[in-house]
């Protein structure tokens, strides 16, 4: 399957993840930037950077504060660093040992079949995938051939940097995040992307532009109209979120604490991970740790 899931979150599954708890309008400060600083007396200054898990030229062109923050750091710290043996096992956890999915989803195989098979997912894999593993094959923008994504690039520019790169969990931790919900759940979420697939890249065309702007208020806000009409499925909605962000924000700020006491750090997580009051910053800020904008 190649690339198509070197990284499962962060902005990749955006209009999934507003929380009924959520207003637009950047009420909190940590709802516009991309950039923080992280200070810590007597240490070299940390940073953390929201990134969006694509390839698209303006994202890989990083502004110059970005670029300096980055240069003048001595660690990497991402959401999570593969090798090659992760990337095994993690095509392994996306396959059934048994074509299930057209008898979990009847009627609505077909057109998932159709859909997988657009993403370029071969016919003897596509009746084999996990539910949740489909669900992120049908929600991943379209990528650029021959180009890492944001995150893999900075990771692949540390280590020829010389830089330390570490990762905050897990490849197993980040698949059970989406993993553990139950099977229901999954098989609802599914439908609910075939449903609203078309769209996808107006959808996906709306959160780069608020990514690029550092402006995720307008972020939150799109993806709150965008929740599902059904309220069982917003209900799915919402415990996805609280899966793959809240939780694991609560997991990011414990593991790269120690990290950041160290200084040097360049903390580069997605950008939902940034937002709010369960956000990362917010987190650390509530540890006792100087939490500043940079422009």
Request: hydrophobic share 50%.
């Amino acid at each position: 399957m190649g690339r198509v899931m070197l990284l499962l979150f962060g902005l990749l599954l955006a209009p999934w993840l507003a929380r009924a708890s959520d207003t637009p309008g950047g009420a909190n400060k940590f709802d516009q930037g991309l950039l923080w600083k992280v200070s810590m007396p007597g240490k070299p200054a940390n940073f953390i950077f929201g990134t969006l898990h694509v390839n698209a030229d303006s994202v890989l062109a990083l502004p110059p504060e970005v670029e300096h923050a980055f240069a003048q750091s001595t660690t990497l710290v991402t959401e999570v660093v593969l090798d090659e043996a992760d990337k095994g096992a993690l095509q392994l956890a996306m396959i059934a040992s048994r074509p299930e999915l057209p008898a979990q989803l009847g009627a609505d195989w077909p057109k998932v079949d159709g859909l997988l098979a657009l993403r370029g997912l071969p016919a003897r894999l596509r009746a084999h995938l996990q539910p949740w593993a489909a669900l992120v094959v049908l929600l991943k923008p379209e990528q650029q051939a021959g180009k890492d994504v944001l995150d893999v690039m900075l990771q692949r520019r540390a280590r020829l940097a010389g830089k330390a790169v570490v990762g905050l969990e897990s490849i197993g931790e980040q698949v059970g995040a989406i993993s553990g919900l139950p099977r229901d759940a999954q098989i609802a979420l599914l439908r609910e992307a075939v449903s609203s697939f078309d769209r996808l890249e107006s959808d996906t065309a709306a959160m780069l532009r608020f990514y690029l702007a550092g402006d995720m208020a307008r972020a939150w806000g799109a993806q709150l109209e965008n929740r599902s009409s059904i309220p069982a499925v917003r209900a799915q909605q919402e415990a996805l979120s609280e899966a793959l962000i809240t939780r694991r924000n609560i997991i990011f700020a414990k593991r790269a604490m120690p990290l950041l006491k160290e200084g040097g750090t360049f903390v580069a997580v997605g950008a939902l991970h940034l937002v709010g009051e369960s956000g990362l910053p917010a987190l650390l800020e509530a540890e006792g740790l100087k939490i500043e904008r940079v422009e």
